[in-house]
């Protein structure tokens, strides 16, 4: 089993910036992916960023050029710097971490953007 410690989520102004942070343990495959997926009220969830052990990011359309995803491999905990934010991007944001066929996933945390 995998345990996450989810922290940076909040209430925030349109512009403003959060960060967010992950840490998991447990039985992890250092070979792995860590990610970052939000979920609206009344919406799927949807991948926000991704970040493999190698180092490779991938991002969603919506979040390019604000957002960025960083991880400490050695403490298996991933980072989301989140930007420029804008009020279509509230909403609870999930840490995830995967490998081979297993996935798992964090309690989530809540961003609001609003004035």
């Known amino acids: 089993q995998v345990q996450f410690v989810e922290s940076g989520g909040g209430l925030v102004q349109p512009g403003g910036s959060l960060r967010l942070s992950c840490a998991a343990s447990?039985?992890?495959?250092?070979?792995?992916?860590m990610g970052w997926y939000r979920q609206a009220p009344g919406k799927q969830r949807e991948l926000v960023a991704g970040?493999?052990?190698?180092?490779?990011?991938n991002y969603s359309d919506s979040v390019k050029g604000r957002f960025t995803i960083s991880r400490e491999n050695a403490k298996n905990t991933v980072y989301l710097q989140m930007n420029s934010l804008k009020s279509e991007d509230t909403a609870v944001y999930y840490c995830?971490?995967?490998?081979?066929?297993?996935?798992?996933w964090g309690q989530g945390t809540q961003v609001t953007v609003s004035s």
């Open positions: 447990g039985s992890i495959f250092s070979m792995n992916t």
């Open positions: 970040i493999t052990s190698g180092g490779y990011r």
């Open positions: 995830n971490i995967r490998w081979t066929t297993v996935s798992y």
